[in-house]
């Protein structure tokens, strides 16, 4: 199933084709569009950045936003705990928000920082947070 979802903060637009699939390798086809294959090589999904320009607003708004995560979601997601989270939202290092008593977590900004952030510190106690620390040192 193609899922689309557009970032309007970002101006981007991410679709995936593979439910689930885990990006391990990025190409850049352009200076506005990367592409995500698997371990395995196959299309996993295409990030659009400064969409605006390529679509028009009436569009975009159509598009589906990002979602959000709790932080019991993004830590199950990204294997950090929710208090790291936590203080990640506070350090403005992830995009967050609060609505009520819970804070909610960007998706794409969640993703763009593990991506991102570099290994250090002690190992990852989490299993799924070493295999991509793994995965990310294989790339």
């Not at 352009?30 to 969409?51: A, C, H, I, M």
């Not at 605006?52 to 607003?57: F, L, N």
């Not at 932080?71 to 929710?82: K, M, P, V």
């Not at 763009?112 to 799924?128: C, L, V």
Request: aromatic share 6%.
């Amino acid at each position: 199933m193609i899922e689309m979802l557009y970032d309007p903060e970002a101006n981007a637009l991410a679709v995936s084709f593979r439910q689930g699939g885990r990006s391990v390798r990025t190409v850049a086809v352009s200076e506005t569009v990367n592409v995500d294959f698997d371990s395995k090589g196959r299309l996993v999904g295409l990030e659009v950045l400064e969409v605006r320009s390529h679509m028009d607003t009436k569009t975009l708004t159509a598009l589906p936003a990002s979602r959000w995560l709790t932080l019991a979601e993004a830590e199950r997601e990204s294997g950090l705990r929710a208090s790291t989270l936590r203080v990640l939202i506070n350090r403005d290092r992830l995009t967050g928000q609060k609505r009520g008593r819970d804070w909610l977590v960007a998706a794409t900004a969640l993703y763009k920082y593990m991506d991102s952030r570099e290994a250090r510190g002690r190992q990852a106690t989490n299993p799924r947070a070493r295999r991509r620390s793994a995965d990310r040192q294989r790339a």
